[in-house]
Each structure stands twice: as C-alpha cells, then as structure tokens.
C-alpha cells in the first residue's frame, strides 16, 4: 500500500491485517520502487496523488518492466479525468476517499481472485 498519508496508512495496515492479509506500507512512490523485491505483490494500494511521482506513473513503470500488478486506486481528489485514467490503466477499483472499510477489503479479494485465476499475473 502506498499512500503519502500517514495515519491512513496506519489505520488501513490495521484494518487490513486484522482482515487476514499481509501488508506492506510505503510512505511514496520512491520508498516503494526503491524497495521493490524481485518478487512484486499480489495486489497494489496505490494512492494516486503522492507527490513528483504519482500513483499513475508508479504503475505505468510496473507494466513497463514487464511486471504488471493487480491495482486499486485511491484518491482524495475525485474527478471525472481520475476515474477515466484508472479505467484506462484496468484498475481493479477505484476508490475516492473516505471510502468505506469494506469496498477496500472486497476490492483486495476481488483483486486476489482475479490474479490466483490464470486472468491476471500471479505473483
């Protein structure tokens, strides 16, 4: 999960463990890529406004080197030109903040389905 807030990130590594899923935070997109592993993850959190590198730049880096993750985006600035570039990007959702601790938790296991399915990259 990456998200430049760190309370939210906090409160959703919380929620999201309690869920049964292991979490992995990042305060930015560098501290992200920079601890990219071989081995990328199963499913992205990905805020869409963190700084000089967005969450939409993060993951148009991941499809470009071949490693394309399951993607959920968040956002505190909803508008109609954010929900069309996450369509274009084949989010699995989009969330504008506040969202509810359910829709993010359906949008992980949808995400997880999708990839251990054969339709995505299992990873």
């Given at each position: 999960m990456v998200d430049d807030d760190t309370s939210l990130l906090r409160s959703l590594n919380r929620l999201l463990r309690a869920a049964g899923f292991t979490v992995e935070t990042f305060e930015s997109a560098e501290a992200f890529l920079q601890a990219r592993q071989s081995s990328p993850p199963d499913c992205l959190v990905l805020d869409v406004h963190l700084g000089a590198v967005s969450g939409f730049d993060v993951?148009?880096?991941?499809?470009?080197?071949?490693?394309?993750?399951?993607?959920?985006?968040?956002?505190?600035?909803?508008d109609a030109a954010t929900r069309e570039r996450a369509r274009?990007?084949?989010?699995?959702?989009?969330?504008?903040?506040?969202?509810d601790d359910q829709a993010l938790v359906s949008a992980i296991r949808k995400a997880l389905d999708h990839s251990s399915s054969g339709e995505g990259r299992e990873s």
């Open positions: 993951h148009a880096q991941l499809v470009a080197s071949g490693t394309p993750v399951p993607t959920i985006f968040i956002t505190g600035h909803d274009r990007a084949s989010a699995v959702a989009y969330l504008p903040k506040p969202f």
